[in-house]
């Protein structure tokens, strides 16, 4: 069983930058695909970015390319959001995902694992 927890999460002021990152605390953490969501009241959850396995691809929703940066350390069994320029709009609950990268698009769901969620609030 794959156990995520998010942390980093909290209030910052637009055009402020904060770091997300989500531990696992199972093993063979690089055979998993990676991803971070978002969520809002009333909203469908939304992907924001995707890694593969080997960190060696990544995806990004349009909103945030440019000022999101999803990398991963397998050997501390950890990924990161590096999230610059915040913007209020990016306010929401950030998850974190993982499924076992079976040969699909590493950005294909379902995802077999979720986090808690951390809240990010952008102030303007």
């Known amino acids: 069983q794959v156990q995520l927890v998010e942390s980093g999460g909290g209030l910052v002021q637009a055009g402020g930058s904060l770091r997300l990152s989500c531990a696992s605390s199972?093993?063979?953490?690089?055979?998993?695909?990676m991803a971070w969501f978002r969520q809002t009241p009333g909203k469908e959850r939304e992907l924001v970015a995707a890694i593969s396995w080997s960190g060696g691809s990544t995806y990004y929703v349009d909103s945030v390319k440019g000022r999101f940066t999803f990398s991963r350390d397998n050997a501390k069994n950890t990924a990161y959001l590096q999230m610059n320029n915040l913007k209020p709009e990016d306010t929401a609950v950030y998850y974190c995902?993982?499924?076992?990268?079976?040969?699909?698009?590493?950005?294909?769901?379902?995802?077999?694992?979720w986090g808690q969620g951390t809240q990010v609030t952008v102030s303007s």
């Open positions: 199972g093993r063979a953490f690089g055979s998993y695909d």
């Open positions: 995902a993982a499924k076992i990268a079976s040969g699909t698009h590493y950005r294909t769901p379902p995802y077999d694992y």
